[in-house]
């Protein structure tokens, strides 16, 4: 059987824990100008960033609609992630 290219097929080994997201996580809210790490939750996929950015240091430059504009470097590059709330750590 041909494998599946999927946009997580490689890194699903890595998002296999399942579960319901925290109330504490849903109701979490972040300040413009805060530092945050993005962790990609395997608790749901809505508003997931590419896994090239989990772990990845970043502040919140705005927001969009429930979701946070997070600015991450990678490089020389600034690129800014439209990232859920429960995707997100307080540093």
């Not at 290219?5 to 296999?16: A, D, E, I, P, V």
């Not at 020389?76 to 997100?88: P, R």
């Amino acid at each position: 059987m041909k494998r599946s290219h999927g946009s997580y097929s490689k890194q699903s080994r890595n998002l296999k824990s399942k579960g319901r997201p925290r109330i504490t996580k849903l109701m979490s809210e972040y300040a413009i100008g805060e530092t945050v790490r993005i962790d990609a939750s395997p608790m749901t996929k809505d508003g997931r960033p590419h896994l090239r950015f989990n772990k990845t240091l970043g502040k919140i430059v705005g927001r969009s609609g429930k979701a946070y504009k997070v600015v991450v470097t990678q490089g020389n590059a600034e690129k800014i992630l439209v990232v859920g709330d429960v995707h997100l750590e307080r540093i």
